[in-house]
């Protein structure tokens, strides 16, 4: 992909030099590049101009980066804006710290403009890529994507993470054989004592652990996700066979990890899990995990909702916003069902509302940000292909429950 012109960036730092650097490098390329100076501004900025991309220092005056990029991710508006973080090239732990924030990457201090241009290239056409996929492909394509997307990312990912063992190991050896040097050699020739200093040899040899660690950290996570895309996708979901029911819900609950986070208005959402010991369900396992992902995050947004308009002073006295979801074996009819109910306590829905909501089209969720085909999908899934049920009982206030029976085979 090429860059085009409109892509706006936003730049935060306080340093004027590092500002006048990147705004040449940036403006000749013809990005459109806004500055901030503090994190506040960057904020206002932020959520008023809406950037394509933001670069965020580490250290500045009132709130740090760390602290501008969790609020960044945690405004509905700004989330989805990719942040990299600016930092010094020791800076291990700051790199790590950055990326569990939420940020996508990361570029060195003193900056090497190419590297600069190529990382903030990666992710702009990596979102305009996300945006494409979102706008021209339903479900199913879309699942047959992310699966053969997991599948090109696990290859690399289990490379580096397999070659992390082994450099530990080197490392190890290495510095074994350093300490042998410093114990029979004390006294080394003046030229090597001048470049353990300039190299500060005692930092390089803590650093590098904490290096490999985080880098272990990193491929983890990306290792996990890589299991939860491909679990949800199910390349095979054109097949109606037996599944973990179970599996399919971890995997959900490990993709909307960051819905769940605590929020400047609410406390972090507390997920309850009573699972029974289910049998293997027959079942298109893709499209029920489409229908749970879809009833997880209706309740997440129905906390939101709550959560957002209650007074302070109210919210305090409030239960812990949760989610529940509980299975069970259901007999009914001398019939064997599988009994998924989840459950929040969020805002509750309308008596209106319920009169509409299974109708096609019909959201109540601002332009953007719902189709109104969610839940009447739902239970055409469970219904038509299922040949189950889906109920629903709510409380204005207090919450809403939606009940799913699958049946098992007579």
Known sequence: ???????????????????????????????KVTIAKNGENALSKAQRSQPDLILLDVLMPGIDGFETCRRLKANEQT???????????????????????????????????????????????????????????????????????????????????GNLDYATEYHQEIMHLLELYERHYPDPHPEIKEWESQIDLPFLKKDYFQLLDSMKIGAERIKGLVISLRIFSRLDQSEYKLANLHEGVESIFHLIEHRLQEKPYRPAIEVVKD??????????????????????????????????????????KSKTPQLRITTRVEEQENRRYAQIQIADNGVGISEAVQQRMFEQFFTTKKMGKGTGLGLAIARQIIEEKHHGTIAYHSELGKGTEFTLLIPYPE
């Open 275 to 316: 699972y029974a010991d289910l049998p293997l369900i027959r079942c298109y396992p893709a499209q029920l995990n489409q229908v749970l992902m879809n009833l997880l995050i209706n309740g997440i947004d129905a906390i939101d909702t709550k959560c957002s308009v209650e007074p302070q002073e109210e919210a305090k």
């Open 1 to 31: 992909m090429t860059n085009l012109p409109s892509s706006s960036i936003l730049v935060v730092d306080d340093n004027p030099t590092n500002l006048k650097v990147l705004f040449d490098v940036l403006q000749d390329c013809n990005y």
């Open 79 to 161: 989330r989805s804006i990719p942040v990299i973080f600016m930092t010094a090239l020791s800076e291990t732990v700051n790199k790590v710290k950055g990326l569990k924030l939420g940020a996508v990457d990361y570029i060195t201090k003193p900056f090497d403009h190419d590297e600069v241009l190529a990382r903030i290239q990666v992710h702009l056409d990596l979102k305009a890529a996300q945006l494409k996929l979102i706008q021209e492909f339903g479900q199913s394509t879309l699942g047959q994507l992310v699966a053969g997307i997991a599948h090109e990312i696990n290859n690399p990912v289990n490379f580096v993470y």
